[in-house]
């Protein structure tokens, strides 16, 4: 019989697995500590489970992590993972360190099924959804290779789930790890520094509404369906209206809660003066911060990023209208880590880099 692998399972999936074995559900929390604030991996070490229990893990749990194939550290900072998978898949982690905290960018899938134009992960096809334990074990990594500062201060302070894939698309596993991100027995990380970032699935916001208490980030960059139907398909399915209707049901009753705004500037494409007068428009009355991204550029994307001028202008004027508005910086470009760049090594089931190679070969 396969035995359970114990790092994707949170408080209540641990307390459930202790009881199925025999075993008082208490165990869940002494092992949750081991495992994800000592970070220890040998069930022979957490000294304050008795030998028959130790043993019994060892013959029906397991504490199996994703490998690290590669890490890379850029000119500013910022590291990137490739993590390795089964199957001949890897993805990709960032860290992003600042003055005033750590930012891990995690990833939730192997490739994207969602095929939005500026993303280089939607290229590269998907493959599957990662299991909990492979995400968590992201930040399990990261805080393994990083370890803690001198003054043994916290080094990753905020998760984003904005790496590869849609979060959404991937819900029952990333609750299970964003539970672990947030729960004092393992790392304790306040809601409001781990945010989720989606480009749309409508009814998964709802329910997300509901099952885990986290900060919300929408894709939009766009202001009207008809744009954004070209640059995130998904909104075929739910557009721009049905979208925002979802996040002002998230944000209701929460005084507390606002929804980040994710708007990618394309020269020529999103970045008029006329749209900011629409993103304003769409916006008005949900409580947001609107955080411009210079578009990062892959091999193969026909996009160009606004110049620095225009970001600014556009900035600007959602800062004269009465909106928080940021500019991204871009960090990691060096190897290649900023936004929309993550791409890993894909078995693509969907075939779609077969399709694009295609298409370019037939244009030559």
């Not at 396969?2 to 074995?21: H, K, Q, S, Y």
């Not at 890379?72 to 998978?85: A, E, N, Q």
């Not at 995130?232 to 009753?253: D, M, Q, S, T």
């Amino acid at each position: 019989m396969a035995r359970t692998n114990l790092f994707g399972l949170d408080l209540p999936g641990l307390e459930a697995f202790f009881t199925e074995i025999g075993e008082k559900p208490f165990r869940a929390r002494q092992v949750l500590q081991w495992i994800h604030q000592y970070r220890v991996t040998d069930f022979n070490e957490m000294t304050n489970l008795s030998k028959s229990l130790r043993q019994t893990l060892l013959d029906k749990a397991s504490l199996a992590l994703p490998e690290v194939l590669e890490e890379h550290v850029s000119t500013d900072g910022t590291r990137k993972w490739i993590i390795r998978l089964d199957g001949g898949n890897a993805i990709e982690t960032v860290y992003i360190p600042e003055n005033d905290r750590g930012t891990l960018c995690v990833s939730s899938q192997v490739g994207c099924a969602l095929a939005c134009t500026f993303c280089s992960t939607a290229q590269q096809g998907f493959n599957r959804n990662l299991d909990a334990s492979e995400i968590i074990g992201q930040l399990w990594i990261a805080n393994e290779y990083l370890g803690k500062d001198p003054k043994g201060k916290r080094v990753v302070t905020n998760v984003v789930m904005m790496g590869m894939g849609e979060p959404l698309a991937n819900y029952k596993n990333v609750i299970s790890a964003m539970n672990l991100m947030r729960d004092d027995l393992a790392y304790g990380i306040s809601w409001r520094r781990v945010t989720l970032s989606t480009s749309g699935m409508v009814p998964m916001i709802d329910k997300l509404r509901e099952d885990c208490h986290v900060s919300l980030a929408v894709s939009l960059h766009a202001a009207n369906d008809k744009l954004r139907d070209e640059i995130i398909p998904l909104n075929k399915k739910y557009p721009i209206a049905v979208l925002l209707e979802a996040c002002h049901r998230y944000v209701a009753g929460h005084k507390s809660r606002h929804i980040t705004i994710e708007y990618v500037m394309l020269a020529g494409i999103n970045d008029s003066e006329q749209d900011a007068k629409d993103v304003m428009r769409i916006l008005k009355g949900l409580p947001t911060k609107i955080n411009l991204i210079p578009f990062n550029p892959f091999p193969g994307t026909n996009y160009i990023c606004s110049s620095r001028n225009v970001i600014n202008r556009f900035k600007q004027q959602l800062l004269d209208g009465g909106y928080v508005a940021t500019i991204r910086k871009t960090r990691g470009d060096d190897i290649v880590a900023a936004c929309g760049q993550l791409a890993g090594e894909v078995e693509d089931k969907t075939r779609r880099t077969q399709r694009l190679n295609e298409k370019e070969a037939a244009v030559i």
